[in-house]
């Protein structure tokens, strides 16, 4: 079993920046990809960004590459996405996420662990 602890949500203007991590503990396979998520009231889920423990692949959203920027820290079994010049329509609920197959996807169903989610609100 794998738990996924997130941290770092909360309230900022828009422009700001505010940085989540999301530390990993438990079991878990060598090759696995960690992912974020978000969702907004009344929307589904969508597809933020994902990275390769092993091999460092990333992978953005449109709406988020060039101002997103994920990275982890293998040491710490911790995943941060660092979130800058942030918008409205950024706001949500961000989740991360564990896929077991060290395939990247986008696709929520395919990700094993879900962390508790942390709720990011972006004034205008």
């Known amino acids: 079993q794998v738990q996924l602890v997130e941290s770092g949500g909360g309230l900022v203007q828009a422009g700001g920046s505010l940085r989540l991590s999301c530390a990993a503990s438990g079991r878990t396979s060598s090759s696995h990809v960690m992912g974020w998520f978000r969702q907004a009231p009344a929307k589904e889920r969508e597809f933020v960004s994902c990275i390769t423990w092993s091999g460092g692949t990333l992978y953005y959203a449109d709406s988020v590459k060039g101002r997103f920027t994920l990275s982890r820290d293998n040491a710490k079994n911790t995943v941060y996405l660092q979130m800058n010049s942030l918008k409205p329509e950024d706001t949500a609920v961000y989740y991360c996420?564990?896929?077991?197959?060290?395939?990247?996807?986008?696709?929520?169903?395919?990700?094993?662990?879900w962390g508790q989610g942390n709720r990011v609100t972006v004034s205008s």
């Open positions: 996420a564990q896929r077991e197959i060290g395939v990247i996807t986008t696709t929520p169903d395919l990700y094993d662990y």
